[in-house]
T-cell receptor, first 115, second 116 residues
Framework: AQKVTQAQTEISVVEKEDVTLDCVYETRDTTYYLFWYKQPPSGELVFLIRRNSFDEQNEISGRYSWNFQKSTSSFNFTITASQVVDSAVYFCALSVKTSGSRLTFGEGTQLTVNP | DAGVTQSPTHLIKTRGQQVTLRCSPKSGHDTVSWYQQALGQGPQFIFQYYEEEERQRGNFPDRFSGHQFPNYSSELNVNALLLGDSALYLC???????????????FGPGTRLTVL
């Protein structure tokens, strides 16, 4: 069985601060995919990134960056110079190749960026 | 190119009633998955449909059933509603992941069901 843990339930920062959202996953499969989704108050899940288990290269996209470490089963997400528009619930998710595209989500982290 | 659409947006039902939620996948997608997201929690996988058949199922009772039509659209049916069924129901579409490398799932805006 797969499991995703997001230990931070809520995080509150002041605009322009950097913030890191933690994600730890569990799986026995060797081929898997990790995701981050953003869920604004409207409810729709917005895809941010996908990484596969064979690619540990960190990625940067504008103010967003991701750190994938198989040794610690972690896939952390950092927002640099946070903005009020970043306020949302962020979900980390896991999918294993043997289960098709079925996603296992963490409980989410509510990020509030204050002006 | 229309994304994933769901209807209705909101729904209020009473305990014991039955409800049907609808989903139209993104153009070109043939696989539809349904998720239940209770307040303050992450989405939980209900089931997945491909070629009009249920291919995978999560840990949900038989009160939850579904259907996929030849045009790939899908319905989620919930019978004998309980208060605990109140949640946001999300539909996601993708290409058949068994045919190639992982295909991203695109999510719809969801249907918010309230059971009184």
């Amino acid at each position: 069985a797969q499991k995703v843990t997001q230990a931070q339930t809520e995080i509150s920062v002041v605009e322009k601060e950097d913030v890191t959202l933690d994600c730890v996953y569990e799986t026995r499969d060797t081929t898997y995919y990790l995701f981050w989704y953003k869920q604004p108050p409207s409810g729709e899940l917005v895809f941010l990134i996908r990484r596969n288990s064979f690619d540990e290269q960190n990625e940067i996209s504008g103010r967003y960056s991701w750190n994938f470490q198989k040794s610690t089963s972690s896939f952390n997400f950092t927002i640099t110079a946070s903005q009020v528009v970043d306020s949302a619930v962020y979900f980390c998710a896991l999918s294993v190749k043997t289960s098709g595209s079925r996603l296992t989500f963490g409980e989410g982290t509510q990020l509030t960026v204050n002006p | 190119d229309a994304g994933v659409t769901q209807s209705p947006t909101h729904l209020i039902k009473t305990r014991g009633q039955q409800v049907t939620l609808r989903c139209s996948p993104k153009s070109g997608h043939d696989t539809v998955s349904w998720y239940q997201q209770a307040l303050g929690q992450g989405p939980q996988f209900i089931f997945q449909y491909y070629e009009e058949e249920e291919r995978q199922r999560g840990n949900f009772p038989d009160r939850f059933s579904g259907h996929q039509f030849p045009n790939y659209s899908s319905e989620l049916n919930v019978n004998a509603l309980l208060l605990g069924d109140s949640a946001l129901y999300l539909c996601a579409s993708s290409l058949d992941p068994s045919t190639s490398s992982y295909n991203e799932q695109f999510f719809g805006p969801g249907t918010r069901l309230t059971v009184l």
